[in-house]
């Protein structure tokens, strides 16, 4: 079994920035990993993806450019840098993990999800 906990949320004025963390424990995989958002009343979509080595990313058309998202296997932690945040990018962002080596990650092949983190963008 794997956990994951994300951190990092909270509230930011357009045009800023938030830095979201995913720790994992549990039993140790080989897996690609990526963050989810959910807005109300929306579907949960895929924001950006990357490979158990790294060398791998895919990013949603919106963010790229703004968001990067990168992970410290030693560490067992996931991040996404997010720049120039927009409000229409307030919802809850998930952590997930899922046993592939193919970006983007589909959700139905997510194995393991966070509890998410609430971002808000809101002058």
């Known amino acids: 079994q794997v956990q994951l906990v994300e951190s990092g949320g909270g509230s930011v004025q357009p045009g800023g920035s938030l830095r979201l963390s995913c720790s994992a424990s549990?039993?140790?995989?080989?897996?690609?990993m990526g963050w989810f958002r959910q807005a109300p009343g929306k579907e949960r979509a895929l924001v950006a993806s990357?490979?158990?080595?790294?060398?791998?990313?895919f990013y949603l058309d919106s963010v790229k450019g703004r968001f990067t998202i990168s992970r410290d296997n030693a560490q067992n932690t996931m991040f996404l840098q997010m720049k120039s945040l927009k409000p229409e990018e307030t919802a809850v962002y998930y952590c997930?993990?899922?046993?592939?080596?193919?970006?983007?990650?589909?959700?139905?092949?997510?194995?393991?999800w966070g509890q998410g983190t609430k971002v808000t963008v809101s002058a």
């Open positions: 997930a993990a899922a046993p592939t080596t193919s970006l983007p990650i589909d959700v139905r092949l997510v194995r393991y």
């Open positions: 549990g039993r140790p995989f080989r897996s690609a």
């Open positions: 990357i490979t158990y080595s790294g060398s791998s990313t």
